[in-house]
T-cell receptor, first 114, second 112 residues
Framework: KAGVTQTPRYLIKTRGQQVTLSCSPISGHRSVSWYQQTPGQGLQFLFEYFSETQRNKGNFPGRFSGRQFSNSRSEMNVSTLELGDSALYLC?????????????FGPGTRLTVL | GESVGLHLPTLSVQEGDNSIINCAYSNSASDYFIWYKQESGKGPQFIIDIRSNMDKRQGQRVTVLLNKTVKHLSLQIAATQPGDSAVYFCASPDRGNYQLIWGAGTKLIIKP
């Protein structure tokens, strides 16, 4: 079974631009979560989607948004990029069901904002 | 609030020795715990998990111990190898909020 895939793997943007990141979960997984990880930091929760519905959102500004499609693929968007948005963005999917138990991660998208 | 935290940011271990990484949690209702390994430039990788009805669970070279009395769990890695160099996170689901609560991570350094 293929793992979680994320595209693109690397992105370089300038301040003020916007960016869209994509995540394809493990086949059959309906829950997708997004995290931001900055150097030396742990994982900061962005949001979680299940069956196209955002069930929870972390403490991030409204510039960060996401969505999930009917095939469970998910995208996240960051508008008006700031230097501090430079980070590794990780997507994780969970096994079928309502609860967020074991999450399986993709390789991440490395975003650099210049 | 609910939290899961690790005791040490960095652990340095001699190659071949055993490593012990600790984690404390605050929510006594937590019923499931996961250990992840994150190598440089990669996403976290599932290592092992344990449910609250267990005290110990063993995998290949790894053992997780859970002490619910003091709300503490540990990850033991036997015969540490260079490939074990990584940051290790413990996590526990906050089911009401559909998210995992993560510790800050412990960086394991292997000395040759």
């Amino acid at each position: 079974k293929a793992g979680v895939t994320q595209t693109p793997r690397y992105l370089i943007k300038t301040r003020g631009q916007q960016v869209t990141l994509s995540c394809s979960p493990i086949s059959g997984h309906r829950s997708v979560s997004w995290y931001q990880q900055t150097p030396g930091q742990g994982l900061q929760f962005l949001f979680e989607y299940f069956s196209e519905t955002q069930r929870n959102k972390g403490n991030f500004p409204g510039r960060f948004s996401g969505r999930q499609f009917s095939n469970s693929r998910s995208e996240m968007n960051v508008s008006t990029l700031e230097l501090g948005d430079s980070a590794l963005y990780l997507c994780a999917s969970s096994s079928p069901g309502q609860n967020t138990d074991t999450q399986y991660f993709g390789p991440g998208t490395r975003l650099t904002v210049l | 609030g609910e939290s899961v935290g690790l005791h040490l940011p960095t652990l340095s271990v001699q190659e071949g020795d055993n490593s012990i990484i600790n984690c404390a949690y605050s929510n006594s209702a937590s019923d499931y715990f996961i250990w992840y390994k994150q190598e440089s430039g990669k996403g976290p990788q599932f290592i092992i998990d344990i449910r609250s009805n267990m005290d110990k669970r063993q995998g290949q070279r790894v053992t997780v111990l859970l002490n619910k009395t003091v709300k503490h769990l540990s990850l033991q890695i036997a015969a540490t190898q260079p490939g074990d160099s990584a940051v290790y996170f413990c996590a526990s689901p906050d089911r009401g909020n559909y998210q995992l609560i993560w510790g800050a991570g412990t960086k394991l350094i292997i000395k040759p």
